[in-house]
């Protein structure tokens, strides 16, 4: 079955396109034997879309259709897709959605650090094509980035695992989250949530939440951490906790982070990873919370091909839980100003 020529979606056409996209034929990637046709199911609502619409991180190239935590059938497969897709599968593609395949970090299997990376939209793809995202009812992509959603994982769980969950199991997972270990979450949002869930599947001794309101206390207790900290209200946390985090990882994209406080609660060799971007630039910090006890910091962004997978594997396999809610595809523009609104509890997903 072949998917339709022309797609269709929400278009963004400026910087005032959230909450006033407009529902448009688009002209996709051009076909290639390389590439899948999806027929959109699913498309999580990801920060990044917001960001993008309104041109936060610089000058969009509008029009453009966002969205890249996509989960569909795969409609149309090329003889060169590989990865073992056929017609009828249900994949998926996260915010990457190609790589050069020759570069040093491509070839050690760290495709996400490739310079060369084609995000899913926003971007040009190798022939010149736009990269069109999945505010759509198809999104056709590289196969080499098409993902086989695992039997018993829910779609609308899977669907934000490819971008908002990849983007904190990876600095959970490279930088030693397990037994023993304390962990803090900086955020409980869409991000943030995934995060305080696997940390506890990946067995922390301790998990910590970090919000700066009090208002989610109950709901990170549920989700599984063991504190709550309301940096806002809560004083002294940084002396209450100082000295006893292994990792700290922090997805809020607000240039107010109060990232002073966090390095004073690392451990001797403590790590603080921001993998929120803001569109302004994080604030300073004194070197001597860092030099005496050898802490670091450093960033991360989304995951390998392979650290996908062990994701969405390890998700099917333990029946982790997360906190969705699905919204029809139609109302995308209300929606965008809900997510803006700070309305998610915790992670939106698009359904057709």
Known sequence: MASRQKFQGWLGKDENAVGNMSYEEFQP??????????????????????????SGWGGTDY????????????????????????????????AQSDACMQCEECKAGEENHCSQMTN?????????????????????????FC?????????SYASPLLCGGV???????????????????????????????????LGAKRVIAFSRKPEKREDALKMGADEYVATDED???????????????????????????????????????????????????DAFDLI???AKIGGSIIGSRTQIEEMLRFCAERKLKFWVEERP????????????????????????
């Open 29 to 54: 990637k051009k076909w290639s034997e390389d590439d899948v046709d999806i027929q959109i199911s699913h498309c999580g609502m990801c920060g990044s879309d917001i960001h993008t619409l309104r």
């Open 63 to 94: 029009p453009c259709c966002v969205g890249h935590e996509i989960v569909g059938k795969a409609v149309r497969v090329g003889s060169n897709a590989g990865r073992g897709i056929k017609e009828g599968d249900v994949v998926g593609v996260g």
């Open 120 to 144: 899913t939209f926003d971007d040009k793809f190798p022939d010149g094509s736009k990269s069109m995202g999945g505010y759509a009812n198809y999104a056709r992509v590289p196969g080499r």
């Open 147 to 155: 993902f086989k959603i695992p039997a018993g994982l829910p779609l």
């Open 167 to 201: 983007t904190i199991w990876t600095p959970l997972v490279e930088n030693g989250c397990g037994p023993g270990k304390t962990i803090g979450i900086v955020g409980t949002g869409g991000i943030g949530h995934f995060g305080v869930i696997f940390a506890k599947a």
């Open 235 to 285: 004083k002294e946390w940084e002396q209450k906790y100082a000295r006893s985090l292994d990792l700290i990882v922090c997805t809020i994209s607000s240039p107010n982070i109060p990232i002073q406080g966090y390095l004073k609660t690392l451990r001797v060799r403590g790590q603080f990873i921001q993998v929120g971007a803001p569109e302004d630039v994080i604030p300073g910090f």
């Open 292 to 294: 005496p006890k050898a």
């Open 329 to 352: 595809m139609a109302e995308a523009n209300q929606v965008t100003k809900d997510f803006e609104a700070g309305k998610p509890r915790y992670r939106y997903v698009l359904v057709n």
